[in-house]
């Protein structure tokens, strides 16, 4: 995190960079002209006069597929607006520049007593990303998405005017910018109120289950139990053994709850050791003979208990690994995940999992959480229901076609797809998915008339253009 003085006064235009892009899954990749403004008035001017005739802003690229890409255009690099700008211990409300990471937050922050309170899978994102994917986590059906906890924000608009936006304040575009995966403008920073929390630990609960309806059997019986809920699915298990899985369920831990010699420093959690992956794994090493033998010995390895765990270690396992993404080698990986509306979801999961099971499309990591009510978010992703979330090797069309025929299913059951882990989806699905489309769109022609912001997903999915 760099702490800066004055902005100093513009400059000329900076040049781009020719630069092939791709997200955390390297699929796909596309060459895109890299700006990496240095100040506010740089940033400005770029949106104002930059030749290119849209732009995007990315920040640590942990989007999946071409959400924070631009081919043949502009692609703006914010990392370096990563302030810290405010924090008030009384209330725990944190303001900040758009790339603050959410590791940043938790270093300075946790050992004062404070945690994000909606935290994806990693904690290598940054604020304005968490804003854009409206993002959620293991306690969505408690406590929501990423919007509960947003009070307000500044976004930079087309025109280069800035806009203070909240639920008071030009609220259409709040709602708008919400889950709209950076095409109504650039956050420049934001409020957000963090969790107060009495240590840096979870009490975990591990619960191994024999298939599905027992899995969902337990998720309905323990929401009101633990703040957090996740479940590894065995995706190659089929019969009757189909869903079998491992429960992860968890709340914080009270400093008088942590095991003695944990007591005298509650707020101080092990780094634990960090493995790297070091350079991109041969395409064959994850394939249905090796995956199949992870899922065996990830369920037998995990049997019923509980425990105190780190809260890196329940949250992030996978930020343990760095380049965790290079084991999928060059043609990469596409994560999928989808959500099924509770009325329909175990039908439309025994569905999913029956598919890819026949499919001998091993994921690698399949996941599936309880979701709550929506935020207002326009095109904002989890709402009531359930989430399942694949890690699935490119394979070139035998995946996609898996990706098809998971698409209908879900349509089939009145579901959706999240776009910040989405790269194949069909436009005409994508509308079906997404009700608010249209009045997203409306909002959007009147601060951004000319499509300044695009990105290859928003033309992908005809976001823009209807």
């Given at each position: 995190m760099t702490m800066r003085g004055d902005d100093p006064a513009p400059t000329a235009l900076p040049r781009?960079?020719?630069?092939?892009?791709?997200?955390?899954?390297?699929?796909?990749?596309?060459?895109?002209?890299?700006?990496?403004?240095?100040?506010?008035?740089?940033?400005?001017?770029?949106?104002?006069?930059?030749?290119?005739?849209?732009?995007?802003?990315?920040?640590?690229?942990?989007?999946?597929?071409?959400?924070?890409?631009n081919e043949g255009a502009g692609v703006i690099q914010s990392d370096r607006f990563d302030r810290m700008l405010s924090f008030d211990p009384e209330t725990g409300i944190l303001g900040c520049e758009a790339a603050v990471s959410l590791a940043e937050i938790l270093d300075h922050l946790l050992p004062r007593g404070?945690?994000?309170?909606?935290?994806?899978?990693t904690k290598f994102i940054t604020v304005g990303g968490a804003i854009a994917a409206d993002v959620h986590g293991k306690n969505h059906h408690k406590s929501g998405s990423m919007s509960n906890f947003v009070l307000d924000f500044r976004l930079l608009t087309a025109s280069g005017e800035v806009l203070d936006c909240s639920r008071e304040q030009n609220p259409d575009v709040f709602w708008a910018t919400?889950?709209?995966?950076?095409?109504?403008?650039?956050?420049?920073?934001?409020r957000l109120r963090l969790l107060a929390v009495e240590s840096a630990f979870m009490n975990v609960e591990y619960e191994r289950l024999g298939d599905l309806d027992a899995l969902l059997s337990r998720l309905r019986d323990s929401d009101e139990d633990y703040d957090y809920g996740v479940s590894w699915i065995d995706c190659l298990a089929a019969g009757r053994s189909l869903g079998r899985s491992v429960l992860l369920r968890a709340n914080h831990a009270a400093a008088g709850e942590l095991p003695p010699r944990m007591r005298a420093a509650p707020l101080e959690a092990p780094t634990g050791w960090r493995l790297a992956v070091p350079f991109r794994l041969p395409d064959?090493?994850?394939?249905?003979?090796?995956?199949?033998?992870?899922?065996?010995?990830?369920?037998?390895?995990?049997?019923?208990?509980?425990?105190?765990?780190?809260?890196?270690?329940?949250?992030?396992?996978?930020?343990?690994?760095?380049?965790?993404?290079?084991?999928?080698?060059?043609?990469g990986v596409l994560q999928y995940q989808a959500l099924l509306p509770p009325e329909?979801?175990?039908?439309?999961l025994v569905a999913?999992?029956?598919?890819?099971?026949?499919?001998?499309?091993?994921?690698?990591?399949?996941?599936?959480?309880?979701?709550?009510p929506a935020s207002r978010g326009l095109l904002s992703f989890p709402r009531r229901g359930h989430t399942l979330a694949l890690d699935l090797p490119n394979t070139g069309n035998a995946v996609r076609e898996l990706l098809t025929r998971l698409d209908r299913i879900v349509l089939r059951c009145g579901g959706a797809v999240y776009l910040a882990k989405d790269c194949c989806l069909a436009p005409e699905a994508f509308s079906e998915m997404y009700p608010n489309l249209d009045a997203f769109r409306e909002i959007k022609a009147k601060i951004d008339p000319l499509q300044r912001f695009s990105s290859s997903q928003a033309r992908r999915?005809?976001?823009l253009d209807g």
């Open positions: 781009t960079m020719k630069r092939r892009l791709a997200g955390w899954g390297n699929f796909p990749v596309e060459e895109c002209e890299v700006f990496r403004p240095e100040h506010a008035q740089e940033l400005g001017e770029i949106v104002r006069r930059a030749p290119q005739q849209s732009l995007i802003a990315r920040g640590l690229g942990r989007s999946y597929g071409d959400a924070a890409l404070f945690f994000f309170p909606v935290t994806p899978g919400i889950g709209g995966m950076g095409l109504t403008g650039i956050v420049l920073d934001a064959f090493t994850l394939n249905p003979l090796t995956v199949r033998a992870f899922n065996m010995g990830y369920y037998h390895t995990h049997p019923t208990g509980r425990f105190v765990a780190s809260c890196d270690r329940y949250f992030y396992p996978l930020d343990r690994v760095h380049h965790w993404n290079r084991a999928y080698g060059r043609r329909t979801s175990r039908d439309g999913m999992l029956e598919a890819l099971s026949a499919s001998r499309q091993a994921s690698f990591l399949a996941v599936l959480k309880a979701c709550g999915l005809r976001i």
